[in-house]
């Protein structure tokens, strides 16, 4: 499959709320780099668009009549497409966080996050990126898998340095290489050489899984 991105961003819209698919719809096709290229009210029919490989990115609500959009982002990922799902929600619950983890979503934003917190998720969901930016989220991720639950055991084709368990550290808080670059006084060439070894050595095919592969196998809390 060719998960090659077009010059702009495709954008799905997943909410059983019309006026949110609507306020979602405007702020999206107002940027020059995105485009939307569907919309849908229930889960089902949000999952039976965007396993056709409609979108690159796809905004869905949590709470969702027929399927969930925990549901969605769960077959989505087993179905292994390109699209990246950004969980939308009301609520700031940890539980979310941990459950989209789980399912594969790659971002998790609540629906009054401000406009430009919305547009940079989903530019960085499109380019690969992970971001859980509620305010439990970091609480959630510190707690995945460690609660009632074994960490899965994670084979590395080569061991992680030091230096480059901190740069997986710092992409598990959603920081971008400019950001990782800043905290840890190198060259953002430098950083993305890190990532790249990361990769590599995790055999990881971008950030998202190797985040999520990290973070199920305990390499980072």
Request: aromatic fraction near 4%.
């Amino acid at each position: 499959m060719d998960c090659g991105q077009e010059r702009q961003i495709r954008v799905f819209i997943a909410d059983d709320q019309d006026m949110i698919v609507q306020g979602l719809r405007y702020i999206v096709d107002a940027q020059s780099d995105m485009t939307v290229v569907g919309v849908a009210q229930d889960g089902e029919r949000a999952l039976s668009q965007l396993q056709l490989g409609v979108a690159d990115v796809a905004l869905v609500d949590i709470r969702m009549p027929k399927l969930t959009g925990i549901e969605v982002a769960e077959q989505l990922n087993s179905r292994q497409t390109c699209c990246k799902v950004i969980l939308l929600t009301t609520f700031d619950h940890a539980e979310y966080v941990q459950e989209g983890i789980r399912a594969g979503a790659v971002g998790f934003l609540l629906k009054d996050s401000p406009t430009e917190q919305l547009l940079d998720g989903i530019r960085r969901a499109a380019s690969g990126e992970v971001f859980y930016l509620t305010a439990n989220a970091q609480g959630a991720l510190a707690t995945l898998y460690t609660v009632g639950e074994p960490k899965q055991p994670l084979t590395l084709l080569e061991p992680l340095t030091d230096r480059e368990r901190d740069v997986l550290q710092c992409m598990a808080q959603g920081m971008r290489n400019q950001e990782i670059a800043e905290q840890m006084c190198v060259s953002v060439g430098t950083v993305k050489t890190h990532v790249h070894r990361i990769l590599q050595k995790m055999g990881a095919e971008d950030r998202t899984q190797a985040v999520v592969w990290a973070i199920r196998g305990g390499l980072v809390n």
